[in-house]
């Protein structure tokens, strides 16, 4: 009984060394600089996809989300947030097949007057397919994509905030 016991806690074991020593960490929670605590968040769309899934993450890792941060607060603007729509492919009767959608982002970090950040463009996409014979399903199939890849954004866009 002994032996069954040390047969599957030693490859665990060995397991959790290997991962640990090789900088493996499990995603959780981003530590955010000590200037990013309170954050206001500047969109021309404050409901879009993007702009609550950076509220959601902003807030995940700690930060306090302010309506007006004043003259010297750190303000997160959004210049840029648009979702595009590219036809791949067509088939024989000239029939979307397959579908790229890209989100873009722009996005600039102000403490005050200082940048902290320059205006930088995101960029991502997914390619998916068509099939006009279940096109509710394929709508509703966009829409979660565009969804996951606002939340995608908004990691990709956490984890430049991370490092400034």
């Known amino acids: 009984m002994r032996k069954g016991v040390l047969r599957a806690v030693v490859p665990a074991v060995l397991m959790g060394l290997l991962l640990s020593g090789c900088g493996f960490q499990l995603q959780g929670?981003?530590?955010?600089?000590?200037?990013?605590?309170?954050?206001?968040?500047?969109?021309?769309?404050?409901?879009?996809?993007?702009?609550?899934?950076l509220r959601r993450s902003l807030e995940a890792s700690g930060a306090t989300l302010?309506?007006?941060?004043?003259?010297?607060?750190?303000?997160?603007?959004?210049?840029t947030d648009r979702v595009r729509e590219n036809v791949l492919s067509v088939d024989a009767r000239n029939i979307p097949t397959d579908y790229e959608l890209i989100y873009e982002v722009e996005v600039e970090v102000r403490a005050g007057k200082e940048p902290l950040m320059e205006a930088e463009p995101f960029t991502l996409s997914r390619i998916y397919s068509f099939d006009e014979t279940k096109l509710l399903a394929k709508e509703r199939e966009k829409d979660v994509l565009r969804e996951a890849l606002a939340r995608d954004m908004a990691s990709v866009v956490l984890r430049r905030l991370t490092a400034l």
């Open 29 to 53: 929670r981003q530590s955010l600089p000590p200037q990013l605590e309170r954050v206001e968040i500047d969109s021309s769309d404050r409901h879009s996809d993007f702009t609550r899934a």
């Open 66 to 79: 302010v309506k007006d941060s004043g003259s010297d607060g750190v303000v997160v603007h959004i210049l």
